[in-house]
Every structure is written in C-alpha cells, then in structure tokens.
C-alpha cells in the first residue's frame, strides 16, 4: 500500500507539473533580422551614403575579431578574409562580395548581395576588392576607422595598412572614415524594428513591475532583485542588453553609476532603482528604469520631499517628450531639462538626459546631452533629430544623502514620429510602493 501511494502522489505531480501553461515568448519563431537586414540595405543605406557623400564602402571581414557591423552587411559567418563591398549607382546601392570559395556557397543562398565575386585564396579577396576599386570607384572611399564612433571602427591597423597598401596614392586620397555613413545609416530603425522595439520594452517593464512584488524589506536584496530579473530571462531565452555582470543595475542606496548589484539588504525608508535591459533575437536591445520606495511600518506615503523628487523627475521626462520632434537638437533637447531641474532645486546631473537605443544600448545617433555644468556637448548634440531615431531617456532629479548622491533617473524609451514622439510602453507615472510590516 506504501508503494502504491507513493506512486499516486508522484503521478499526481507529474500531472500538476505537465499542466503548468508554458511562458508565453513573444519573441518566439523565425528570426526577422534577414528580412530587416535586406530592407535596411535596400532602402536606407542608399540614403545614408548619399548624406555622407561616399561613392563605395568597403568593409574587411574576417574569423575571430570580425567587425562590429559584420551582422548588417552580412559577414557573419566570414572565415577566410572577405571585402563586402557597397557601390553607389544611380540612386541605388549595388553590392559585390570578394570572397574565397569556402564562404561563397553560403552567400549565394543567403542571396542578401548582387553578386558574389569566388576569389582564389592567392592573392586573395583583398587584392581583388582592391583591384575593383582601383578601375570602377571614382569618388570618396568609406572604411570603417573612427575616433569617435566606436562601431564604426571595426578596421584594424594591420587591415588597414595591408588593404591601402594595395592602392595607388591618388585612389588613398579618397579614403574617409566611414563614421558618417554608419551613423546616418544605422540612426534610423524601419518600422519592421519599432514594433519589435516597443514588444520588448513592455516585456522589459512588466518584469520590473513584478520583481518589485517580490521585495520584502529587510530581507530581500538588491542582488535577490537581479536574480529574479535574470531568471525570468531564462526563461523565455532573451538576452543581455549590456554587460551581463551590471544587467540589472539595482541599487537601494546611493547613486553607484553603471555597476553590479550588491548584497546590500533593502531597508524602509530607501528609493530602489532597477536599470534593466533585454536582447531579443540577438539583435535589438532595450534600456528601462523603474523606481519604488519601501514604507516604513507607519507609513502610507513617502515622505514629501521623496513625492517631490519623483514629480519633478517624472515630470521632467514629459517636457523632454513633449519637446522631442524631427527637426530640434539633442542638445536642445537636453537644455528643457536642465532648466526644470535648476528651478526645482535638483543638484547638477551629470549624465546626458538621453541617448540612442536598438542594436546596442548606447546606439548610434543624436546625444540628447551637452546642456549640463561642466561638460562639453558631444559632436552628435548638435545633430538633429529625425524620424525612426530610439532613445532611452530620463527625466532626473540628484539629491545628497548618507554616502553620496541618490538620483531618481525616470528612463523610458521612445521613438521619433512624424508629428513628435512615442513611448515605446506604458510610463511609470506613479513611485511604487513597497509596505513594511
């Protein structure tokens, strides 16, 4: 009879177990990116080189240490060294690859490029892109070297010198940083990405919704937070949005930058910030902050200098909304709130109030900084914004407090439209509240 029960009640189990609904993957099914990749290739970057005013890009590829944009132009998968290279004519970008025979099966059935050049190993594809552009390029040459953009500097200096080493002086002449091309072409996100984009950012959020559910004060920690973000990963198989060691940041103390989560016990009375990203498709990234303030036993409401930090800051994000539209600078965007939070009291920020997000989390496109104490604007401050451009933003607000600074940083993610902007999901318009007991 022993035996008998044991098995029912391991029946049973397996049973309750087996009939848990599995978690529901948005992100579930074949990957969009090859078709993204083509529309991208075939409609923006045309656009992209025509603003930068290169007539060819050239982009060396190779095994091991590949280039940063090998995923957009289709090298991923390069072993032997490769040139993809991109040629304006006309208004269209007709795009070759000098590749050995190893990789060119591959690229014929990917069928992304107009033509596969089949090079033999010797002399190889680099002398081979080389001698096109010797005898068909007659404008400027992009290659990807950049001082100030670090995905558009996938070159490196052996490359570099063993590829121009093959042209002659007046063909080197015409060689310029492809830093303007990378940034005019990957800027903009097709509305294929936006909704991809916006399907994350609401994932991103509701999970930091429910992580703050699970807080108990002064037992749980901020790593405990972390953790349950990182399973809750798993468990659908999304990615890191940055480094995986400081994916979540959460920090119920002060202000700790860009950093790991401690063992720090959160306690009533602390403002917990969760900054907190996702990889989806391995390929598109988001960047939100949710922010909570644990009670204390006799308390219903923060205290009213914390209600007023979070207003302040809350609403310093919707003047930041409000202001962004095609057309207007990242650092005039930045100003608006520098001069709400000097009126409110708040101490001087020193982050940017935004930046571009997609593909990375600090993506390529307009700084949305430059207005703050102390700190020259970056060269993107003073570029526009236009339609189809992401950015993670916050609306700020610094005080002192015991050990340093405590920053409530309401960041959400929008998306440039015609007519202004749009948040990617929900905003948080209210500081959650955890209660003690």
């Known amino acids: 009879m022993a035996r008998l029960t044991v098995l029912l009640v391991s029946t049973l189990i397996f049973l309750s177990c087996s009939s848990t609904p599995p978690v529901e993957n948005p992100f579930d099914g074949p990957n969009p990116w090859p078709d993204i990749r083509k529309e991208r290739i075939q409609t923006l970057l045309p656009e992209a080189m025509n603003r930068a005013d290169v007539e060819a890009w050239a982009v060396l590829c190779r095994s091991n240490n590949n280039d940063p944009l090998a995923r957009h132009v289709g090298c991923e998968n390069a072993v032997a060294p490769a040139v993809f290279l991109f040629q304006m004519i006309d208004d269209s970008v007709y795009s070759i690859v000098f590749t050995p025979p190893g990789e060119a099966t591959a690229l014929q059935d990917i069928a992304l490029h107009d033509s596969i050049a089949v090079v033999n190993r010797s002399p190889g594809a680099l002398v081979e892109a080389a001698d096109y552009i010797n005898q068909n390029i007659r404008g400027r040459i992009a290659l990807n070297y ?76 901020d790593r405990d937070i972390a953790d349950f973000l990182k399973a809750k990963m798993r468990e659908i198989g999304v990615g890191d949005a940055w480094s995986p060691d400081q994916n979540p940041a959460v920090n119920s103390g002060p202000d700790r930058g860009h950093a790991h989560p401690t063992d720090r016990i959160i306690r009533p009375g602390s403002v917990i910030q969760i900054d907190f990203g996702i990889r989806v498709y ?123 600074t405590k920053t409530i940083s309401v960041e959400e993610m929008a998306v440039v439209t015609e007519s202004g902007a749009d948040y990617l999901t929900e905003p948080q318009e209210e500081l959650i509240l955890i209660r003690s007991n």
């Open 146 to 221: 950049s001082e100030a953009n670090e995905i558009a500097d996938g070159l490196s200096y052996s490359q570099f010198i063993n590829f121009t080493d093959l042209l002659p002086q007046h063909v080197k002449n015409r060689i310029v940083s492809s830093e303007e091309l990378v940034y005019e072409w990957l800027s903009v996100k097709t509305p294929a990405e936006i909704e991809i984009l916006r399907k994350a950012a609401e994932l991103t959020s509701k999970w930091q919704y429910e992580a703050y559910e699970t807080v108990v004060p002064n037992q749980t920690t």
């Open 282 to 404: 391995d390929m598109w990234v988001t960047d939100i902050q949710r922010f909570a303030y644990v009670l204390h036993p006799d308390e219903t409401e923060p205290p009213g200098y914390i209600q007023k930090y979070w207003d302040v800051a809350r609403d310093a994000n919707r003047m930041v909304l409000e202001v962004m539209q095609p057309g207007i600078t990242g650092l005039e965007v930045d100003r608006v709130q520098r001069n709400w939070l000097a009126e409110n009291g708040s101490m001087n920020v020193m982050w940017n109030t935004g930046h571009p997000v997609g593909y990375v989390a600090h993506d390529v496109g307009p700084s949305l900084g430059g207005a703050q104490e102390g700190r020259e604007p970056h060269a993107t401050a003073y570029n526009e914004l236009r339609v189809g451009n992401v950015f993670a933003y916050d609306g700020f607000y610094m005080w002192e407090i015991e050990g340093g």
